[in-house]
C-alpha cells in the first residue's frame, strides 16, 4: 500500500511576495530592497509608485527593475499598466 507521501505531489516551499511603499529615492529604496532580499526566497515585487510625471515614473521604475529582475525576482507595478512597456517591468497589479 502507498503512503501519502508516495501519493501526494511534492510541496514546493513558499516563495514571498514583498510591496514596496512609494518613496522619491530610488536608490535609497534599491539599497533597501537588496538587503530585504536575504530575509527568503522572493518571488515578486509589488512597486508603488510615488505622485509624479511620467518621465519620472520611467526614470524611477527603470532604477530599481534591472537589479530585481536580475535576481530572478519579477517586478509588477501598482496600477500604472502603460508604464510597464516603457519600463522593462514585469506587469501591473491593477485594482
Known amino acids: 500500500m502507498a503512503t ?5 505531489p511534492a510541496r514546493h516551499a ?3 511576495y514583498l510591496v514596496v511603499a512609494p518613496t522619491h529615492n530610488p536608490s535609497a529604496l534599491a539599497r533597501d530592497l537588496d538587503g530585504a532580499l536575504g530575509a527568503g526566497d522572493v518571488a515578486a515585487v509589488l512597486l508603488r509608485l510615488p505622485e509624479a510625471a511620467e518621465p519620472a515614473l520611467i526614470q524611477y521604475v527603470e532604477a530599481i527593475v534591472p537589479a530585481l529582475q536580475r535576481k530572478g525576482i519579477a517586478v509588477m507595478l501598482d496600477g ?3 508604464l510597464v512597456s516603457l519600463t522593462g517591468a ?3 497589479h491593477l485594482t
Open 14 to 16: 513558499a516563495r514571498l
Open 90 to 92: 514585469d506587469g501591473a
Open 4 to 8: 501519502r507521501s508516495e501519493t501526494e
Open 80 to 82: 500604472h499598466a502603460e
